[in-house]
Every structure is written in C-alpha cells, then in structure tokens.
T-cell receptor, first 111, second 110 residues
Framework: NAGVTQTPKFQVLKTGQSMTLQCAQD?????MYWYRQDPGMGLRLIYY???????DKGEVPNGYNVSRLNKREFSLRLESAAPSQTSVYFC??????????FGQGTRLTVV | QKEVEQDPGPLSVPEGAIVSLNCTYS??????FMWYRQYSRKGPELLMY????GNKEDGRFTAQVDKSSKYISLFIRDSQPSDSATYLC??????????FGKGTRLSVIA
C-alpha cells in the first residue's frame, strides 16, 4: 500500500523556470493538500482541495497554482520559480477520519 | 498571534527522561488534535490523535487536550534515542485543513 506518493523527490531549478510537482494517493481520500516546510516556519498550507473539482487557497498561495486532476491526483505548479520558493514540499491527503497522511516530500532548490 | 504556537526548542534530554511537549492555540473551533513525528528528511507521520478534550494513552505516549485553556500536550515516558525527531502539533475544526505548530526538535541522548 503506497499511501501518498510524490514525484520528483529532488529538483533544482533556475530562477524563472517552471515545473509541476505531482502527488497521488491510493486511499480513496476526498481531501488533498500541499504544504511547504521551511526551517523555523513549520508546515504552511499552500493550497488544498476538499473534494474532486474544488481547490482553495491556503496561507501562502502566491506564486503557485494547483490542479485536482481526479480523486487520486493533486498537482502543484510553479509558473516562474523564485529563490524564495526553495523549500521542502509535502503533499497530504485525508478522508472522513480527519487524519492527514503525508508523502515523503520534494526537496526543491531554486538558484 | 499565530493560530497555533509551539516552542521550537531544541530540547535535549537524557535517555529515560519524561518529555513534555506543548502547544497553545487561539481558535476555539478546533476539535481535532494531533501530534505528528517527523524524522530527518522524512514526511510527518501521525503519532497521536484526540477528539475534543481529554487524555489518550498509547504505550509510552500520552496526549492531553484542555480546550478550556486552549492547550495541548504530548508526554513521552522512558524516552529513547529513537524518539529523537521533530514533533509537530496539528489541529483542525470541522472540515477545515490542518493547522500546524512550528514543531519542536527533540534529542534523546543515550
């Protein structure tokens, strides 16, 4: 049982480049989330999707877009990467039990 | 004021010590309270989950929620070097997304 799978695990981008972070869950969860984690800042919510077909902004949405492709998949796109977006990105999902399950993270460096 | 406040530490204790980790929060609508453990370079994993007020025990771990004081705690008894990790409190109300504390880095020294 894979749970929440994120790809890629590592990525280096140049300023201004674009990329999409992929996330898929196999637990039939309705809700999916994207967080970023920076030293001393904890986990901050970027965007979330309460159910297939809906997305909402979180605490730090600027510079990002998301797509809830289907119930399983929730992608995060950086249209024009900036050094301030250097971070570890975590995808998570939750069902009716309220508990969020996390992927292993994507380490992104923007130079 | 942040919705969830957590002392980031770091906290260093000798093996066998009792560890107390705490969070305070401001949103009275929070009903679901969780503690996640995160090892270095890994994703957070759920450790304890409590609904509303009260205590919950699981082996060496005890979670406490005091909604009247807006205060939650995690106690670790007989701490082990394998407990060395960052501990994050998290909470939510209804169908809102989880809100996390900043995490407390714990080191248990053998």
């Amino acid at each position: 049982n894979a749970g929440v799978t994120q790809t890629p695990k590592f990525q280096v981008l140049k300023t201004g480049q674009s990329m999409t972070l992929q996330c898929a869950q196999d637990m039939n969860h309705n809700s999916m989330y994207w967080y970023r984690q920076d030293p001393g800042m904890g986990l901050r919510l970027i965007y979330y999707s309460a159910s297939e077909g809906t997305t909402d902004k979180g605490e730090v949405p600027n510079g990002y877009n998301v797509s809830r492709l289907n119930k399983r998949e929730f992608s995060l796109r950086l249209e024009s990467a900036a050094p301030s977006q250097t971070s570890v990105y975590f995808c998570a999902s939750s069902g009716s039990g309220q508990i969020a399950f996390f992927g292993q993270g994507t380490r992104l460096t923007v130079v | 004021q942040k919705e969830v406040e957590q002392d980031p530490g770091p906290l260093s204790v000798p093996e066998g010590a009792i560890v107390s980790l705490n969070c305070t929060y401001s949103n009275s609508a929070f009903q679901y309270f969780m503690w996640y453990r995160q090892y270095s370079r890994k994703g957070p994993e759920l450790l304890m989950y409590t609904y509303s007020s009260g205590n919950k025990e699981d082996g060496r771990f005890t979670a406490q929620v005091d909604k009247s004081s807006k205060y939650i705690s995690l106690f670790i008894r007989d701490s082990q070097p394998s407990d060395s990790a960052t501990y994050l409190c998290a909470m939510r109300g209804g169908n809102t997304p989880l809100v996390f504390g900043k995490g407390t880095r714990l080191s248990v020294i053998a």
